[in-house]
């Protein structure tokens, strides 16, 4: 019984080393049998390229083309004309007594802007009465002196010192009332107060004083500065390489915010000599006649024009897409298949069309209405 069981070990034993051997034989034959599959690299579809089912869906039309001569669309803003800003100042110094106009206002030549208290003025009026008191009595011994010498009373040397004094007391008195009208004072009505007047018609764009403050004439700040505004500026900043836009003497065609279907042109009277050191442009002045709507500080833009003609493509406007402030179009490709191209918008152009500056040439075939194609492939 017992030889029986340890048989039966013996057989068990050796089957399990045979297959123990037999397990590392067949390792040892086919390496490659545990190794990682190889693997597959799939190369990114174009990101522009869309392919439909129906492709019927979407009508094509070929490019039309548009000659005209290329545009430089800047922005400026309305300044006054320096040539028409006139100061308003008050030679005599003294107290601000009443001031009636303020910054903003409108007015008209000749019109009291502010009064002043002066004690120059009062000097004046008095160094003018002195001088016409001298002037009075200079004239008198000139007459008293003509009777005498005329008798032989006198002699001819006495005479003309009589007449060169009553010379010189003249021109002290045209001396005094030069210099009270200069101050501004009224010689017919003696008074400190002296009114100042706006020297021309206009705006008010500046003003310097308050009631109650003090004056020191040519010493003190403008008190009001007055701008002509029937002609103002419109200052732009022109990049350097845009400057063969600019051509001095030439018009551009300016367009406000505020008023999109007012149509003004402005003559170029003057391109800056120096450019911004860090926005490398150059001003440029725009003159321009205002018909009343132009406001200073106010936003515009000007197109300026090529001296060349240049061939360009249009499109009706609903196959222009604007997409992250870009500018794209579908064009076919053949095979159920579209390509969306950036291209440089233009102009809006009447019949509901646009101009393509660059991106797209007159011919090619456009897809009219990118909008449903880009809703399609995005579904």
């Given amino acids: 019984m017992i030889r029986n069981y340890s048989a039966a070990a013996a057989l068990v034993f050796g089957t399990a080393l045979a297959l123990l051997a037999s397990a590392c034989s067949s390792g040892k034959a086919d390496p490659s049998a545990e190794a990682p599959p190889p693997v597959v690299v799939e190369h990114e579809q174009d990101a522009n390229l869309f392919k439909v089912d ?15 001569a290329p545009e430089l669309n800047v922005t400026g803003a309305v300044t006054p004309d320096v040539s028409r800003n006139v100061p308003v100042i008050s030679l005599a110094s003294g107290r601000i007594v009443e ?33 016409a008191a001298d002037e009075t009595l200079a004239r008198t011994q000139l007459e008293r002196s003509k009777l005498l010498y005329e008798h032989g009373a006198i002699a001819l040397n006495d005479l003309q010192v009589a ?72 200052l732009c900043d022109v990049y350097e390489n845009d400057l063969p836009f600019v051509r001095l003497g030439e018009y551009a065609d300016i367009h406000l915010a505020a008023y999109p279907d007012v149509h003004l042109r402005g003559r170029i009277g003057n391109i800056g000599p120096i450019l911004d050191p860090n926005l490398r442009t150059a001003k440029v002045r725009l003159e321009v006649k205002n018909p009343g709507m132009l406001r200073l500080g106010m936003f515009s833009s000007a197109t300026f024009y090529g001296s060349k003609m240049e061939l360009h493509a249009t499109v009706p406007a609903s196959a222009v897409l604007h997409l992250h402030d870009r500018d794209w179009i579908y064009i076919p490709t053949g095979g159920n298949q579209f390509r969306r191209v950036e291209v440089t918008g233009g102009k809006m152009l009447p019949g509901q069309a646009q101009e393509i500056l660059s991106g797209l040439s007159p011919g090619q075939p456009v897809v009219t209405n990118a909008l449903a194609l880009q809703s399609t492939v995005e579904q």
């Fill in 54 to 68: 129906h492709p019927g869906q979407f009508p094509v039309v070929p490019a039309g083309e548009l000659v005209a």
């Fill in 99 to 131: 001031i009636r106009a303020r910054l903003g206002d409108t007015v008209t030549k000749g019109q009291i802007l502010m009064r002043v208290q002066s004690s120059d003025i009062s000097q004046a009026f008095s160094d003018y009465r002195q001088a």
């Fill in 163 to 234: 007449e060169d004094t009553e010379t010189k007391a003249k021109v002290t008195v045209e001396t005094a009332l030069e210099h009270l009208r200069v101050l501004g004072a009224d010689v017919n009505n003696p008074s400190p107060m002296v009114d100042v007047r706006a020297p021309i018609s206009g705006v008010i764009s500046d003003q310097q004083v308050t009631a109650a403050a003090g004056t020191q004439g040519l010493a003190s700040p403008n008190a009001f500065t007055i701008s002509d505004l029937s002609q103002v500026w419109i």
